[in-house]
């Protein structure tokens, strides 16, 4: 395999979903403005990024569908033309109706991208080095969050609404025209792992989902990225710039620890994924317990928590994106890779459906503390202390059902393979009992 261009297909792809984080989270930054600039309320605002988000979890088993069939580099530059179109759009609405069509065009772009990207992946680097490469990608790609904070807020200040989501357009436009030039789907002599059909490709979606390594990855992904993907897609920026006053430079600054952070530990969860596979999930455990944590540190901090405790949150939720993607290797390792596409898609849903839910339910605890659509009545501290309290009983119910999936997954690895998988406790024990009677002899 030429490794000069299956580096160059890499980069290409990284960049194409970096452009995509950077329009799935541009509302949040400008979440602010449209609620000045439309005159809607805070339940409204979030129904706004709710709808995005449900285009773009609704899609992804079609998505995958698609992938499987047409292969990952049509649908990798059809989304960033579709977002291209749906940023163009919200740049010219004149109401919240034209509005709601540009997020949605968005979120149907986004949807196509980063399945498709994994599955790129897939066709040009080796298994061994994938569950790294996805982490590199999954985390390097959220630099669009920077590239839709601090650019972004500082954008709108100076130029206004539309011109700023019409340069947002134009990126996603260059990055469409990169992909279709410099993207090839295999390697040259590879086949390339399409469905011959669509009947075929379907065939292969019903099989993935009967596998309960595939539901594991679902409910891995929901448990550690959802909250998030909350924070940073709509809910971060007015809790940090109003709520806690800390203006709106100072909340894309903290918002940017989210991704250096992610940046930095993303490689280290992927090194962890690929040298003890049978313990992805503790580590999606580990993450779900201290995001559960650094939420109530902040959250039952009498008045307001000091600044020390925001970053350790955002250092806390930085991993949380890293962690959802163990989901996508349990999506790896359980499937074929004629059907990747597929089961990454429905593991893809986890995450972003469960976010979806905590970001409407954030946004109507607001609207029911308040009786006025001014930013600093509706986006005060103490409601946001409330609103952001709803995530504990919506994620522990995900972890409920993904400590059933892995059980499940697990009994029917002994079964196929004779790969007994024992708890953690009873693992360690079992070590240091080795361990002793080593040094006993």
């Known amino acids: 395999m030429d490794s000069r261009r299956a580096t ?12 995509a984080v950077m329009q799935r989270t541009s509302l949040g930054v400008a979440g602010v403005s449209a609620t000045d600039r439309f005159g809607i309320d805070a339940t409204t605002l979030s129904s706004l990024a709710v709808l995005q988000l449900l285009v773009y979890a609704g899609l992804q088993i079609p998505v995958g569908v698609l992938v ?51 599955r790129l992946l897939g066709a040009w680097f080796s298994p061994r080095r994938l569950p790294l490469l996805s982490q590199w990608v999954g985390t390097i790609g959220q630099t669009g969050q920077l590239l839709s904070a601090i650019p972004l807020a500082v954008s709108l200040r100076d130029v206004g609404w539309s011109s700023s989501f019409i340069g947002l357009a134009a990126i996603s436009a260059v990055a469409s025209a990169a992909v279709w030039l410099g993207v090839r789907d295999t390697p040259e002599g590879v086949d390339r792992l399409r469905a011959a059909t669509f009947a075929l490709a379907l065939r292969q979606l019903g099989e993935s989902l ?20 909350m924070f940073v897609i709509l809910w971060g920026f007015p ?68 600044l020390a405790a925001v970053i350790a949150l955002l250092l806390v939720l930085a991993v949380g994106g890293p962690g959802g993607l163990i989901g996508f290797d349990f999506a790896r390792t359980f499937n074929p890779p004629s059907s990747q596409g597929a089961a990454s898609g429905f593991v893809n849903v986890g995450g972003f459906a469960t976010a979806v839910a905590l970001l409407l339910l954030v946004g109507l605890v607001l609207d029911s503390l308040s009786d006025s659509n001014a930013p600093q009545q509706l986006y005060a501290w103490e409601s946001f202390r409330l609103a952001f309290a709803v995530q504990y009983p919506v994620v522990a119910a995900t972890v409920v059902a993904m400590l059933v999936s892995r059980r499940r997954a697990r009994r029917l690895l002994a079964e196929e393979e004779g790969i007994a998988v024992a708890p953690l406790w009873v693992a360690i024990a079992r070590r240091r009992r080795a361990r002793r009677e080593d040094s006993e002899d």
């Open 8 to 19: 160059f297909v890499l980069v290409i792809g990284g960049l194409a979903y970096i452009v």
């Open 68 to 118: 499987d069939r047409f292969g990952p580099r049509a649908l990798i530059g059809v989304g960033a033309a579709v977002m291209a179109i749906g940023q163009l759009v919200l740049a010219l609405a004149p109401d919240i109706a034209i509005a709601v069509l540009g997020r949605v065009l968005v979120g149907a772009g986004d949807a196509m991208t980063f399945i498709s990207v994994l």
């Open 210 to 229: 009967r596998r309960p390594g595939t539901r594991l990855g679902f409910w891995a992904h929901a448990s550690s990225q959802a909250s998030a993907t």
């Open 239 to 306: 809790a940090l710039s109003v709520g806690l006053g800390y203006g709106p430079a100072s909340a894309a600054a903290l918002l940017s620890i989210v991704v250096v952070a992610g940046a930095l530990g993303g490689p280290v969860i992927g090194l962890l994924s690929a040298r003890y596979p049978y313990r992805r999930s503790n580590v999606v455990l580990l993450i779900v317990v201290l995001t559960a944590l650094a939420w109530a540190v902040v959250l039952l901090w009498p008045e307001r928590p000091p």
